[in-house]
């Protein structure tokens, strides 16, 4: 038993050792451009029943995080004009903006 123990060790870390994270293009684009953003920094501005998607001329998804409620949220960066909004989406058809505080 204490070799099976010793053997189980010695996979685990062999198999953590392999892991990586995958991030996107875009998101390490979007880190090296804002180092100091963070979620709990966004201030929200109000929610609706449509996405400001099709007003953007471009997106990328910024991350996934937990509401309060449990409910998983994606955040959306969408850029119009020259400027960044971001939008989160619930996947339950409410979009609510934040700004960066």
């Known amino acids: 038993m204490k070799y099976l123990s010793?053997?189980?060790?010695?996979l685990a870390g062999l198999l953590l050792s392999n892991c990586t994270?995958?991030?996107?293009?875009?998101?390490?684009?979007?880190?090296?451009?804002?180092?100091g953003f963070t979620v709990q920094n966004l201030?929200?501005?109000?929610?609706?029943?449509?996405s400001m998607r099709s007003k953007s001329q471009s997106s990328r998804?910024?991350?996934?995080?937990?509401?309060?409620?449990s409910e998983s949220h994606f955040l959306w960066e969408y850029r119009v004009?020259?400027?960044?909004?971001f939008e989160?989406?619930?996947?339950n058809g409410v979009?609510?903006?934040?700004?960066n505080s």
């Open 88 to 91: 989160s989406d619930n996947l």
């Open 21 to 35: 994270i995958y991030r996107s293009p875009e998101r390490k684009e979007f880190e090296s451009e804002s180092p």
């Open 6 to 10: 010793l053997v189980f060790i010695i």
């Open 61 to 69: 998804l910024i991350t996934i995080y937990q509401s309060a409620n």
């Open 43 to 50: 201030k929200q501005l109000g929610c609706a029943n449509s």
């Open 95 to 99: 979009y609510c903006a934040f700004e």
């Open 81 to 85: 004009g020259d400027e960044s909004y």
